[in-house]
């Protein structure tokens, strides 16, 4: 579990009004001039802060590689905006916004934009493209219906964003029959409170992060200065370290969601292969959730995120009934085929 990736921002395709029929809609008058498009940056990348979310907006002009910006014009006017970079892997590349101006939307543009994607994907030897999003979100329909024209992958869910209270996570973790050994008779395993790691803990940590399972954005240490101890905590057998749970304030839109509440992003937990189907993970948030109930109020506000296929399960059969809200993400993606 940990913080959720970047989003798509996919404004760039018209939603059919319900109840309208396609057959009654009007198809907008055809483009007088064509499309032209180019890598743009710097004070050029400035014409089209108004095409993005406001926070990618804010700072378009210092957009630099490896991420890279792609604008299409119709004559001198900005018409459409598209942001990639890095995936998971170098054989990837990662989709992270596409836009479409109102007043040139339903031309083209936004299939324009995705061409010129692979056109950029297969210079630079990539072999898959991938754009994240979740269902809910303004013109996810349209867009797949793009990217199905395309012929990209059927969205498939790739992880879950859940919200709570504390004092209710805690609650409903801890009447899981799993948990319930653990805080019964947790034998040599203890739940300790954070603190600075020892030259031993930072052994156990090369040797955690060896294992095939751990993933880089598990890694901690870039925002260890923020990590909140009342809440966050290290597991651990006979005091050898064997896994982490990693809590920070809230930051940016969670901030204004539940402004008048405190509440904590749980961006980093991991456990030590051996014990995945042991419970011990979950026994560890009934304690982070529980500490920080106890230390803020069981109406604070917790919040994580998970891609293992297991956690999501987990988390729909044992959080998701009591959650505040809980969002599916999805992906659609693409692989290229040489030439």
Known sequence: MARAPSLL??????????GQSSAIMRAPPALRSPISTERIFGDRAA????????????????IAPPWFLIGAWVDDEPAGLMMAGPGVTAADMLLKSVSVAPSFRRRGIGRHLLQ????EARARKVSRIAARFVPTMKLAEAFVSLTSHLKWE??????????????????????????????????????EPWRPLTVADEEAMARLRA???FRSYLEFTGFAAAIDPACSLHIRRSGALLG???????????????????????RSAYVDESLWRSAALIAGYYHAFSRQGETYGNDSIATYFTDFPGQMALTRRRFASMALSMEEIREVAKTLQPG
């Open 116 to 119: 010129e994607l692979e056109t």
């Open 154 to 191: 059927r969205p498939r869910t790739v992880s879950l964003n859940l919200t709570g209270e504390a004092g209710l996570m805690a609650q409903s973790g801890g009447e899981w029959p799993g948990v319930k050994t653990w805080l019964s008779d947790p034998g040599e395993f203890t739940f």
């Open 9 to 18: 921002y996919a404004s760039a395709f018209n939603r059919r009004f319900e």
């Open 47 to 62: 014409r089209f802060r108004h095409l993005t979310f406001p926070r990618l907006g804010a700072r378009i002009e210092q």
């Open 244 to 266: 982490w749970i990693a809590a920070t304030p809230f930051q940016g839109a969670m901030v204004a969601r539940y402004g008048n509440r405190i509440g904590r992003h749980y």
């Open 211 to 213: 294992q095939s399972a």
